[in-house]
């Protein structure tokens, strides 16, 4: 620290007349140092800049490289790899029984959640832009779970539907619901379960809706009410253009979250535990997981995490086509 | 608020149940959000021996307010919360450190200094964001792990190293959000030290820094939350329970077989209570940085 200091405290560097002049970042780009100063002030830049770019590359580079090379050897927890070609590739495709039933509880989710979430999201937003006293409170209230641990997220939800004595249950028994459904002991309520949990955490969008809607400018809808557009032309022909971009990037958002969710029941039947009743909670990052971590079959579980990447890679550029015809930029 | 209230005083019947009925929509939606806390903390606030799962189902405390079962998940033997929220908490102080640190002098050369290649590696750190997390998770261990940054070595938690070092090589998103705020400082201010004879490093820390706390603040937090709440880092990397983290002690405490609930949930109360304080405390800053999220995208 000291010798940082030393070199970039020293009164000599103190006019500089590079930086001096008029310059915008990122309009410059052919920035050359100019004499002694110029490049005392490169050196101090290069300094500064020092932790991220070690950081770069020791925990993102090599990782990243190593990623692919892991990928075609048998690697074990305390056992190095030696290389296997397509093997682990293969393996996944062809005789990991798990593998298929993961990608469908993993796409299955995608198509719950992620229209579910961007919705409730956009609703809720709704309400909350209201010009109406007491907003303010509203917004901190729901927006309290998005700041909660999610372990602790999960303990709480599992209780509440715990399918015989859960207080969710016994308050649908007490409106009549003699049946409710058994929730996570069911393979076909595990994933709603799952999407009501999301669902406890809808102020997280609905904040970045309503920061979205806050900038629609209001003489639009002030004009709009004078050539006699109602509430539902106004939503259709100013709300939604004009939020697009907020809602183009809470989808990815969401789609990205919603291909890496590893799911609360890591949390609550542990690392190897049943993944829910029949598998219907065994999302693709529990399997990956579990064979890497629990089964110490790191190498596999590398060539599991390329696959997963390419999906996501395929569903995002998917998404980026969509954007094209859908989405509404302000110029 | 004068032209909320002049509007309450004008509603028309139909703008009145307007009113209603978003109000009606909000109650419903806090409830949903409220009632679940409120369960636990009855729970938590029962003596061991009242039963948790009652009917109808009791979403406030009304009879117990013991706090007992609190102070028996905070110093129990074997599993001390107060001894992991400590765990936690040292992780937490930390990863503020190292971001606060980190982060804002990768942003200031970002936003202040010129240098050849700058464009080249402020791409790359937009870049960094995109990086898939699942593809790194493997090597990231496998590399922590061969250098013994992992578990307990010699009654010293290194499984803690891989859970602080990277927070001191900054992120992207927070660099993002410190260069956008420092670019919106006059740059006459650092001129002007420089005349007085300051170099870099003393702008950055007698000027820069002071006027970037409200920036900083949001990277304190977010950090705080990020590490408080975090989960799967210390299942990678702990193995001592006496080193655990709050999250994984609950997540440990309930995969066993004959779990008091009132216990558990007067855990999950200490794991949720820090960050609704430090909530409490900083929303309008957070509601800020979330949001300036969205709008940017």
Not at chain 1, 91 to 102: E, L, Q, V
Not at chain 2, 101 to 122: D, E, Q
Request: hydrophobic letters at 55%.
């Amino acid at each position: 620290m000291v010798m940082q200091h030393d070199a970039l405290g020293a009164p000599g560097e103190a006019a500089d007349p590079a930086a001096a002049g008029p310059i915008e970042p990122g309009h410059q780009p052919a920035w050359r140092p100019v004499g002694r100063l110029g490049r005392s002030e490169e050196r101090a830049a290069y300094l500064f800049l020092a932790p991220w770019i070690i950081g770069i590359v020791a925990f993102l580079l090599i990782p990243l490289v190593w990623a692919v090379w892991l990928s075609f050897t048998d690697e074990q927890l305390l056992r190095p790899g030696v290389f296997i070609g397509l093997e682990n590739y293969a393996r996944a495709f062809t005789r990991d029984p798990s593998f298929y039933k993961a990608l469908q509880v993993t796409l299955t989710w995608i198509f719950i959640a992620v229209p579910v979430f961007l919705i409730s999201g956009l609703l809720v937003a709704l309400l909350l832009n209201q010009r109406l006293p007491g907003m303010g409170a509203f917004r901190t209230i729901l927006y309290v779970p998005a700041v909660l641990s999610g372990v602790a997220i999960a303990v709480l939800w599992f209780t509440l539907l715990n399918s015989d004595l859960g207080a969710v249950n016994q308050l649908l028994r007490s409106i009549g619901i003699s049946d409710p459904p058994n929730w996570f002991q069911d393979p076909k309520w595990a994933l709603p379960a799952v999407a009501i949990m999301g669902l406890w955490g809808v102020g997280t969008n609905a904040i970045i809706y309503l920061a979205g809607l806050q900038n629609i400018p209001p003489e639009l809808y002030e004009a709009a009410g004078m050539d006699g557009a109602g509430p539902f032309a106004k939503f259709r022909h100013i709300t939604l253009p004009l939020l697009s971009p907020t809602m183009f990037f809470l989808l990815i958002g969401e789609l990205t979250a919603a291909l890496v969710i590893i799911g609360p029941v890591i949390v609550i039947s542990g690392a190897g535990g049943a993944a829910g009743p029949a598998d219907s909670l065994l999302f693709y990052m529990l399997l990956l997981y579990r064979r890497g971590f629990v089964q110490g079959e790191l190498g596999y579980a590398a060539a599991l995490a390329w696959i997963l990447t390419v999906i996501g890679l395929v569903l995002v550029w998917l998404t980026f086509r969509l954007e094209k015809r859908f989405v509404f930029y302000q110029v | 608020m004068t032209q909320d209230v002049r509007r309450i005083r004008r509603l028309s019947p139909r703008r009145a149940g307007h009113a209603a009925f978003v109000y009606l929509c909000l109650i419903a939606l806090a409830a949903f959000i409220i009632l679940p806390l409120g369960w636990m903390l009855t729970a938590a606030l029962k003596p061991l021996h009242v039963p948790v799962f009652t009917f109808p189902p009791e979403w406030f405390p009304t009879k117990y307010f013991n706090l007992g079962t609190f102070a028996d998940a905070l110093t129990q033997p074997n599993e001390p919360y107060l001894r992991f929220a400590i765990n936690s908490l040292t992780l937490a102080s930390i990863n503020i450190v190292g971001a606060v640190l980190s982060n804002s002098l990768i942003a200031y050369a970002f936003a202040r200094l010129n240098f050849r290649g700058k464009n080249v590696l402020f791409a790359l750190v937009l870049a960094t964001m995109l990086l898939p997390a699942p593809v790194l998770l493997i090597p990231q261990f496998l590399l922590f792990f061969n250098i013994g940054w992992y578990g307990t070595q010699g009654g010293f938690p290194a499984g803690y190293l891989p859970l602080t070092v990277p927070a001191f090589a900054g992120n992207p998103f927070f660099i993002f959000l410190l260069r956008q705020y420092m670019r919106t400082i006059p740059k006459e201010l650092d001129e002007a030290a420089r005349v007085d004879g300051a170099g870099f490093w003393r702008i950055y820390w007698k000027i820069i820094m002071p006027l970037s706390v409200p920036a900083l603040v949001v990277v304190a937090v977010f950090t705080f939350l990020g590490v408080w709440n975090d989960f799967f880092g210390p299942l990678l990397y702990l193995d001592d329970p006496q080193w655990f983290t709050v999250p994984l002690a609950l997540a440990t405490e309930v995969t066993r077989v004959g779990t008091k609930w009132n216990i558990v949930m007067a855990a999950t109360l200490v794991a949720m209570l820090p960050p609704l304080v430090v909530y409490g405390f900083s929303q309008n800053k957070l509601m800020g940085g979330i949001a300036s999220v969205g709008i940017r995208g």
